[in-house]
């Protein structure tokens, strides 16, 4: 079949995008799981649609709500689907296999909705045995939420990533006893709001500059090693203590899933690990778009389908050369995105999301093209497990010099 | 060997008090130290290859912990009652091959393994690099069995259905006077009898592995080195075996043994107590252990520790061939005991580093610390500067089994009558075990022969597993098929090696009964990929219960006891 | 005193006082933020997410939430309610399962679409 637009991967991002894009092209959208919906499945607490709309849902509710909406338009959506292959032949060619056999699809235009991963225990060399007993907290949740079974009885946390979080809270609220969360770096990695009804109402202490360096049990779980951590993080020699639990969850923070955009050759951003796109999630391979958490790690799933949305209205748009021109950062970011801007297109309201390496107080970010400023805003606070949204305009601005600076300074 | 002189040496080097007595096959040393790498280096001194006796180190480790073996949680009968013609202890390599190879006479065999499943040692925690032999010694089993073995490697691997690579393996040399002295290798590999090692020049390494073009003046390509996966080759042995009628009986460990002083006459398990008439000793890190309950102790294992690293082959600066450093005079000196390791391109395409070699006295030890990793990688960059340590994905211990000489001690207990010793089985073991299984397998049969035992060929022997589907292999046309008449086959469950419902299934299902979270990880590889499980591990969880037809509570990781949920919410 | 606003993401930081005439509220970017502060100081309520057990094939559980808040305090009586709840066919998303939970006049809804 040939189809317009092919999105993959039928979480937040791409449903947002298949709805969208559908308005004006024929859309095929691949899901790898038997459901739709993708981790917002699995994410049964609340807070989702804060944003977009003024209400706070649950993930599966929030996901419901588009999965609606898409079954009113006309986008095929092929479910329990895992695309195989992908390459260019003229149109864009996916081999993708599933429960009827393995099937091909032709289309113009990609849109990447592949979401994120965890990162893993040798990710972040734990060391010791090899028990169980030591779960992703992705996966954590899943044994929880999706297939109603007790991962464990006594809990050590280590990261206080969202996910980590509000799974403290969860294995509490089922009965487990949660001993504590423990976190590497001195500030926490999660949402301030997170900390607050996911910790502190339930008396779960949150140790900062602390981390688990040790595993040990025969077979499951039985103790872990907590050291304390110097300013790099660096575990500091005799300091070490015992706590004994049976569980340990990591949530040790999300990486952007982009093998489909290696095999793309899709140009990746070591900052955020996603795409490098221009300001409609266009990457630098033509007709090829990233959004959502494959492109940069959102803490908002209301971004996550903004972005999606923007992937799938320009997708459908006839393609035309572009003229890329890069966002220069300077100052304290994290990253922001996107990282370039195509100049031939609509610049006006260019929404842009970005992060501070640090927290940072009094800060202001000014943006300038050819040294000549055209926007500022001032933040009170920046920090970097909060993601900070703004809409530049740059249609007034004379983009022909090709300099385009953001900059955070102190205020 | 002057006893004498030797114990004043070690006690000048060492300072150990050392009481050396010897007998007819042993030497045997007494005496006490707080520190365990010098009681190993003291045993080495008395090592001697030439004498045909074999060290017992009985230096006592002073401050050591009391480290008792990991036993099964489980104590039944199920075993209890029963007689063999033979019964092989330990499902490693050597276990198992020993085990399939024994399989072509009509035999009631037995195969008892502690774990929950085959390949839990150092023959599922290796490189998996089959070796040429050239770094070995002249006139040891190690050489004699590892040129024949690597040279059954095609025949094997076709018949049990596991990949197997020969892509070679090239040696660096750093300088013009290191490269002068590679020229022995020749003499050596002729002298070996180890076909395909010649000498190639800077410009050819370059281009074959661009990393090494910074320092290579040259290198020495080794064609006959070649690469298999070691706990899947352990896994097939396995399996064939069983399907050729052999029993396998994991969960199964051996306790202790009733004895005259000629023969073993009782073999007793948590599973219960049995009969064999020949009993083969493959028990890898507990070879001495399992000599031992035969009152047969005359040789030790020191249990030495390697930890491997697995890189991420996409990330940047990692090479693409098997490669290694030239041992210069000063790197041979740091280490005699490892081959200097190197590093390796698995089956799976995937780049290995390593090993190291620590000395340990706790045998089972396969926890990791970053000291080990530090030092592993640290050395391998010397060969490829360009590696990052963020490449690193992965990393696992295993603890090898030598004996003090440093070879294998495979052969016909001079003592007890039905019992059989391969032992000292370290690297290369995996690349020799297809020579040395079949030898064994004749000892064994002379041995229940000399009983008076008849021994008939098994008529329904079958060399070829069944192996299971591997979708990889599939055109997208045959997959198709197979999906229609399995849909299963098109449900990818693990999304990071693509495996689906259906290879998972036949994973559970397998010969051995192995059906555990890592034992599915083992044959299919699902979990293994980027997420380590993250994703697959609760759908994983989920289809072993479902097959099994058991509680999710009941499904474990590995070995009984790792358990991976404790029940359902709500009700705990 | 501080605390912290869980109305919404922005998480704002807000300084309460007690004072003669009520609670005076600074640092909400929001109403709701001074409204928070006020029950959090007086009758801190929270909204509760979480599944009940289902006897229906592919769905062992199913999620749940309270359709607005209920007071802090009957949290855990609230959990032991859903522990004993069992459902035992497929509805629509939005079913309300337990009404008028605890005496507060919430009530369970489901938050899965069974399909």
């Known amino acids: ?91 864009y060619k996916l081999t993708y296999v599933c429960r009827d056999g393995v099937r091909t699809a032709e289309c113009d235009k990609i849109i990447l909705a592949t979401g994120c991963r965890e990162r893993t225990r040798n990710g972040i060399f734990i060391q010791g045995d090899r028990c169980s007993g030591i779960y992703t907290a992705g996966s954590a949740q899943n044994l929880v939420n999706i297939m109603g079974v007790m991962p464990g009885r006594k809990a050590v946390i280590l990261g206080s990533g969202d996910i980590g979080l509000i799974m403290a809270r969860r294995l509490t609220l089922e009965g487990a006893q949660v001993i504590g969360v423990y976190e590497a770096k001195p500030t926490p990695s999660g949402l301030t709001r997170n900390i607050h009804q996911c910790l502190y109402d339930f008396n779960i202490p949150l140790h900062l500059s602390t981390t688990v360096t040790r595993v040990i049990g025969s077979n499951r779980l039985e103790q872990v090693e907590i050291s304390r951590v110097d300013d790099k993080m660096r575990p500091i020699a005799g300091t070490e203590s015992i706590v004994n639990c049976d569980t340990l969850v990591l949530a040790v923070g999300l990486i952007p899933e982009n093998e489909l955009a290696n095999d793309l050759s899709v140009r990746v951003d ?28 959102n803490d908002l799933v209301d971004y996550v389908s903004e972005s999606g949305e923007t992937a799938g209205e320009n997708a459908c748009k006839p393609t035309r050369e572009r003229k890329l021109v890069p966002v220069t950062t300077k100052g304290k970011f994290l990253y922001a995105v996107p990282q370039m801007l195509d100049v031939h297109s609509d610049v006006g309201g260019v929404i842009t999301y970005f992060r501070a390496s640090e927290e940072l107080s009094k800060q202001q970010l000014t943006v300038t093209v050819g040294g000549k400023e055209i926007f500022s805003k001032r933040f009170a606070k920046l920090i970097p497990p909060e993601m900070e949204r703004v809409v530049i305009d740059y249609s007034q601005a004379d983009l022909s010099s090709e300099q385009i600076v953001m900059e955070l300074k102190e205020w | 060997m002057n006893l004498a002189k030797t114990v004043k040496k070690v006690y000048k080097k060492y300072g150990i008090k050392v009481h050396a007595s010897e007998n007819d096959r042993s030497i045997i040393l007494v005496g006490e130290c707080g520190d365990w790498s010098k009681i190993v280096a003291a045993g080495k001194m008395f090592a001697d290859k030439n004498s045909g006796k074999h060290v017992v180190n009985d230096i006592s480790f002073i401050g050591g912990q009391e480290h008792s073996p990991i036993l099964p949680a489980v104590n039944d009968d199920k075993l209890d009652g029963t007689a063999w013609d033979v019964v092989v202890i330990g499902g490693g390599i050597s276990g198992c091959a020993v085990a399939r190879e024994l399989s072509k006479y009509d035999l009631k065999i037995l195969l008892c393994e502690k774990h929950s499943d085959v390949a839990h040692g150092a023959s ?52 013009k006077f290191i490269q002068l002295l590679g020229r022995s290798y020749l003499t050596r590999a002729k002298k ?45 042995y396995a399996e064939n075996a069983v399907q050729n009628g052999v029993t396998v009986s994991l969960s199964t460990a051996v306790l202790s043994m009733e004895h005259t002083d000629t023969q073993i006459t009782s073999i007793i398990t948590n599973r219960g107590t049995f009969t064999a008439k020949c009993v083969i000793n493959c028990a890898g890190v507990f070879a001495d252990n399992v000599a031992e309950m035969a009152g047969d102790r005359y040789f030790s294992i020191h249990p030495r520790k390697g930890v491997d690293l697995l890189m991420d ?48 006295y706790l045998r089972e030890d396969t926890s990791t610390c970053s000291a080990d990793i530090d030092e592993v990688f640290a050395k391998q960059q010397r060969c490829c500067p360009s590696m990052q340590r963020s490449g690193v994905i992965a990393y696992f211990a295993g603890v090898r089994a030598p004996s003090y000489e440093e070879d294998f001690i495979i052969e016909h207990s001079a003592k007890v009558k039905n019992l059989i010793h391969v032992a000292g089985i370290q690297s290369p073991g995996l690349t020799a075990a297809p020579a040395f299984s079949v030898d064994v397998a004749e000892i064994a049969v002379e041995l229940l022969r000399s009983t008076g035992a008849e021994v008939k060929e098994n008529p329904n022997y079958n060399p070829k597993r069944i192996s299971p589907i591997n979708c ?101 | 005193m501080e605390m912290v606003c869980i109305v919404c993401p922005n998480g704002c930081r807000l300084q309460v006082e007690k004072t003669s005439d009520g609670v005076n509220v600074r640092g ?38 309270t359709d607005g808040e209920i007071p802090k305090e009957k949290i855990s009586k609230f959990i032991r309610l859903l522990s004993e709840f069992t459902l035992d066919k497929k509805v629509p998303i939005g079913t309300i399962l337990i009404k008028d939970v605890c005496g507060t006049k919430i009530n369970v809804i489901t938050t899965t679409e069974m399909e």
């Open chain 1, 1 to 91: 079949m040939k189809y317009d637009i092919v999105v993959i991967g039928g979480g937040p991002a791409g449903l947002a995008a298949a709805i969208r894009a559908s308005k004006s092209a024929s859309v095929l959208l691949i899901e790898r799981e038997a459901r739709l919906g993708g981790i917002l499945k699995q994410c049964i607490h609340d807070g989702f649609g804060v944003v977009r709309f003024g209400e706070k849902l649950s993930g599966p509710e929030y996901a419901h709500r588009f999965i609606k909406e898409l079954r009113q338009t006309n986008v095929t959506v092929s479910t329990f689907s895992f695309v195989t292959n992908v390459c260019k032949d003229g149109c």
């Open chain 1, 270 to 297: 070591p900052k955020t690990k996603g795409a490098f796109v221009d300001q409609n999630c266009h990457t630098l391979t033509d007709n090829v778009y990233a959004c959502g958490n494959a492109l940069h790690v």
């Open chain 2, 124 to 175: 599922g925690a290796n490189d998996g690099m089959v070796h040429a032999g050239i770094d070995l010694k002249h006139r040891c089993k190690k050489l004699y069995y590892v040129t024949r073995g690597n040279a059954m490697y095609e025949r094997v691997c076709a018949d049990l259905g596991v990949e197997f690579e020969r892509a070679g393996q090239y040696v660096i040399f750093t300088s």
């Open chain 2, 192 to 236: 070996h009898g180890i076909p395909g090692v010649k000498m190639i020049g800077k410009k050819e390494i370059c281009a074959i592995e661009p990393t090494v073009k910074d320092f290579a003046v040259g290198a020495m390509k080794i064609s006959t080195t070649g690469a298999v996966s070691p706990y899947k080759l352990t896994v097939a």
């Open chain 2, 313 to 360: 082959p996409k990330a940047n600066g990692v090479p693409s061939n098997a490669i290694s450093l030239s041992p210069t005079l000063k790197t041979l000196k740091e280490n005699k005991n490892t081959k200097g390791g190197g590093i390796v391109k698995t089956v799976d395409g995937n780049i290995l580093l390593g090993p190291n070699a620590r000395e340990t």
């Open chain 2, 472 to 572: 990889k292999n599939l055109t997208d046309g045959q997959r198709d098929e197979l999906i229609k008449s399995n849909p299963d086959f098109g449900k990818i469950i693990c999304r990071c090696e693509q495996i689906s419902l259906g290879e998972i299934k036949q994973a559970i299902n397998n010969p051995l009964g192995v059906a555990t979270v890592d034992g599915v990880k083992r044959r299919v590889r699902a979990g293994m990929g980027r997420c380590q499980g993250g994703f697959c591990m609760p759908l994983v969880v989920k289809t072993i219960a479902d097959e099994l037809g058991v509680p999710y509570s009941d499904v474990n990781k590995g070995d009984i006891g790792s358990y991976v949920a404790v029940g359902n919410i709500k009700e705990i």
């Open chain 3, 28 to 65: 909400a970017r929001c109403k709701r933020g001074e409204i928070f502060a006020v029950t959090e100081l007086t009758c801190p309520t929270r909204s509760v997410t979480s599944s009940v057990r289902t006897t229906v094939a592919d769905y062992p559980v199913v999620s749940v939430r």
